[in-house]
């Protein structure tokens, strides 16, 4: 990928998904099978969910570059109880901040987080070959994610949740994702 990197791979994100993930919850002995639909769609600098969160992340707009929006419903073969479903759908902001001085290195803002949710910042890389990184640490959890392209219309995505002292993995997950449109 050239100089815009995260512009290039935000692009390339952006469209309807269909996920296969299976995830290894460590913690509780348990695997799960999860099929759910991702939209992803590009926002301006000017959005005022973008401006919102860099103001509350003292980020300046002109630092930005590709904020997007993410939402996502799911069905999970997980046995639920009644009294305390698991929530399967959801929605993220998303602002990339590009370090300046290394076009394949950068933070991402997000006003709620992959392994917590709450607001996060994480820090992303992406390699020559296009390869996105991601490492997000919250109070309680560190997530470290990879995704990348194997087609335009293919993608791929691992994520391991580890304890905050990153000592032990929690979850581990592989996810196949395909363009719906």
């Not at 630092?63 to 929530?87: K, L, R």
């Not at 902001?93 to 290195?105: F, G, K, T």
């Amino acid at each position: 990928m050239t100089s815009n990197r995260i512009e290039q791979f935000v692009a390339r994100s952006i469209g309807r998904w269909r996920s296969q993930r299976s995830a290894h919850h460590l913690a509780f002995a348990h695997f799960e099978a999860v099929r759910s639909n991702i939209e992803i769609d590009a926002l301006s600098a000017d959005d005022p969910r973008v401006v919102e969160l860099c103001q509350n992340n003292k980020t300046d707009l002109e630092g930005i570059a590709a904020p997007f929006f993410m939402s996502w419903a799911g069905e999970s073969d997980w046995d639920d109880d009644d009294d305390d479903p698991e929530t399967l759908s959801g929605s993220t902001v998303l602002v990339p901040v590009p370090d300046p001085n290394d076009i394949s290195r950068g933070q991402l803002l997000r006003d709620r987080g992959y392994a917590e949710t709450v607001a996060a910042i994480g820090d992303y890389q992406i390699s020559e070959d296009g390869i996105f990184t991601l490492v997000t640490s919250y109070d309680r959890a560190a997530a470290a994610e990879k995704i990348w392209f194997e087609t335009p219309n293919l993608r791929f995505r691992i994520s391991t949740i580890r304890t905050s002292s990153g000592k032990g993995v929690t979850t581990a997950s592989f996810s196949s994702e395909i363009r719906l449109g």
